[in-house]
């Protein structure tokens, strides 16, 4: 594979935040956990993006180590929100730009407010979709939350 600039990449790039990229060869049935393995990386590392819709209409973006699973309830008081679900995968490419297993929470359509789970506070590094099955980008977790506007919080 050829050094391909996915868009992700270029707003890192643009905003002068240093990263480093990884391909791996995608299969549609792997999980965070495998992709992880392929990186090398503790699956606590390894980031997943997942989109939410309030009650009130909002959405909201969070980010949590691949082996967690979102917790719905912490997710909507993080957002001061009532209640929080997860949109549907037919919705993810219109509203962010981003396919299933490829979302990142840099470089959406639009920018919703995000929420980055603490642990990644305590890393040197994480990883996080580069917008592309099969590319992920590693990098600060402080440059994350400052490229996608984010915060942390307690969300699993």
Known sequence: MGKIKTNVMRVLDSKKIDYTSHEYEPDATMSGEEIAGILGEEPDKVFKTLVTQAKSGQYYVFVVP??????????????GEKAISMIKQKDLLPLTGYVHGGCSPVGMKKHF????????????KVYVSAG???FQVELSPDDLVSVSQGKYADVV
Do not use: M, N, W, Y
């Not at 699973?69 to 993080?78: C, G, I, N, T």
């Open 113 to 124: 407010p995000t929420f980055i789970h603490e642990t990644a506070r305590d890393k040197e």
């Open 66 to 79: 691949v082996q967690c699973e979102l917790d719905l309830k912490k997710a909507a008081k993080a957002s």
């Open 132 to 134: 592309k099955v099969g």
